[in-house]
């Protein structure tokens, strides 16, 4: 593997260094990036690295060439449900009755019972009218906003909004405004200044980089003072966080106040796709606009099946949600002890910051991972060039010591 000290400075850019083409053919990615690519191994060589088994609290992976167990803080199997019995059991008896896809856009012919079944047991446990299954969490998120929105109109978003949620108001044409992340009085700011639009504003419940809870009481004030409505992605807050792990919404108490929730099952549903409920006139609107719905074909079975299990389970059992909030505690303790930065987080994303320095950043990933601990590196741009950072998936499933282990390691290589 190429060392930091042999990628001549490569590994000081990133993936945005190289978004706009400098190629006559857009079927040729530019000089640059292919040199970037095949110079800077260290930091290519941290993404799309081969699991050798499920997203468990430890997990196989080839280390220097070498397959070796390592503890896992890269998962969002948040809830330990990917292999939980009732799930598994319930994707293989709907594999068996329903066959392996779904062949079908739900538009057309795609739709089955255990669809609606799915949909209606999340509005139910969500306390909203109706609700709509995506095949994926990028598209769902990108479909709502894509499906709503029109040219001329005005997507007001955190500043730490995901990337999907850009890309929806982008493809819908409006214009995406941005204001200070968590802050209503930025908020009010961006309100101010374009009142004469449709507008729409959007918010994550718990932000994926950081770990924080959206300030939903101060910026719904300031949302309904302007007569705005508001979209919550609850992707890493949904079956996390709330009475019966409903959400950041329902933590709040603000469900009669929130027009759309999103969600993700990619999380702790442990299976693949997402999700929007809310009011059934603009549900219906949706499947009617979102593209990424009509053109789709929709969820496997199996994984809708798997997916009602998981619900049912999460929704009857407290005890991985509360032994989820007891590590995320423990292990954001630990490195608070070890004199690390997690930031503003006080959920089971953790970040730990390492600042301005990318080199920094994968030197100590290569390291962690030799000493055996899988932890996430987040770049620029999915976070500010000045706070890189490693973000760290604590989930129920980790025992005492594997956080340990986990904590031992980062103090070795931090030294």
């Not at 598994?88 to 012919?109: H, I, K, N, Q």
Request: proline content about 4%; glycine content about 14%; overall charge negative.
């Amino acid at each position: 593997m190429t060392t930091i000290g042999e990628t001549s400075g490569a590994e000081q850019f990133s993936l945005a260094d190289f978004h706009h083409g400098d190629s006559a053919d857009p079927l040729v990615p530019p000089e640059a990036f292919l040199r970037w690519r095949d110079e800077a191994r260290v930091v290519v060589s941290h993404y799309e690295r081969s699991l050798f088994g499920g997203p468990g609290p430890r997990v196989e992976m080839s280390v220097g060439g070498i397959r070796r167990s390592v503890v896992n803080l890269g998962s969002y199997n948040y809830l330990g449900l990917a292999d939980h019995p009732d799930v598994v059991a319930a994707a293989a008896d709907a594999l068996g009755r329903y066959g392996t896809g779904a062949c079908g856009s739900p538009m057309l012919s795609g739709m089955t019972d255990l669809h609606r079944e799915l949909e209606h047991a999340l509005s139910g446990f969500l306390g909203r009218a109706s609700t709509m299954l995506f095949t994926s969490g990028y598209a769902g998120a990108a479909g709502v906003l894509a499906g709503l929105l029109r040219r001329g109109d005005i997507a007001v978003l955190d500043s730490r909004a995901h990337v999907s949620l850009r890309d929806g108001a982008r493809l819908s044409g409006a214009r995406a405004v941005t204001f200070a992340h968590n802050s209503p009085e930025a908020l009010d700011g961006v309100l101010s200044r374009t009142g004469n639009r449709r507008r729409l504003v959007v918010v994550e419940g718990v932000y994926s980089m950081d770990g924080n809870l959206a300030d939903l009481p101060g910026l719904l004030a300031v949302a309904e003072r302007h007569g705005v409505g508001m979209l919550v992605d609850e992707a890493h807050s949904m079956l996390t966080c709330g009475p019966g792990g409903a959400g950041v919404v329902a933590h709040f108490g603000v469900q009669d106040r929130v027009a759309l929730v999103y969600g993700t099952f990619s999380k702790a549903f442990a299976g693949v796709g997402g999700f929007v409920s809310g009011g059934t006139d603009t549900i219906d609107y949706l499947r009617c606009y979102a593209g990424s719905y009509g053109f789709s074909c929709a969820l496997p079975p199996s994984v809708v099946g798997a997916l009602i299990a998981a619900l049912r389970v999460a929704a009857g059992d407290d005890g991985p949600r509360r032994r989820l909030v007891e590590n995320a505690a423990y292990f954001r303790a630990g490195l608070h002890r070890l004199g690390l930065d997690t930031g503003d987080s006080t959920t089971q994303v953790v970040p730990i910051l390492v600042g301005a320095d990318r080199r920094l950043l994968y030197e100590r990933g290569d390291a962690l991972l030799r000493a055996g601990l899988f932890v996430v590196p987040a770049d620029y741009p999915a976070v500010p060039r000045t706070s890189v950072r490693f973000r760290a998936s604590v989930t129920a499933g980790h025992s005492r010591d594997d956080l340990d282990e986990a904590l031992s390691i980062i103090e070795s290589v931090w030294g």
